[in-house]
């Protein structure tokens, strides 16, 4: 975990990578990042991912469906780093209505 927000009594945790491939290493640091945050935030938490991959809803919309995580997991990627700010932002604002 790389990044830790508390926002009222939600964790938002937030962990970064510099790989371009969804799979692999991304996808083993997306779970490790998934499991820690579910152990310090409990089932409310968030679970965002900043790394470097083309397509982020992709990934994210992979793994929301095999670890049953719908609404649980952001996945930033090459596209939105330069609004990096930006994207967390409406991410904090909007999290709890996606569920």
């Not at 995580?69 to 939105?80: L, S």
Request: charged share 25%; proline share 2%; net charge negative.
């Amino acid at each position: 975990m790389d990044v830790a927000a508390i926002l009222g009594y939600q964790l938002f945790a937030i962990s970064c990578i510099a790989s371009k491939q969804g799979g692999g290493e991304t996808k083993k640091h997306l779970f490790e990042i998934f499991v820690r945050a579910r152990q310090l935030g409990g089932d409310e938490a968030r679970i965002g991912l900043v790394c470097c991959v083309p397509n982020p809803a992709a990934l994210q919309a992979e793994v929301e469906e095999t670890w049953d995580a719908e609404g649980k997991i952001r996945v930033f990627g090459q596209g939105q780093l330069l609004d990096l700010a930006v994207w967390l932002e409406d991410w904090f604002r909007t999290a709890n209505r996606e569920v």
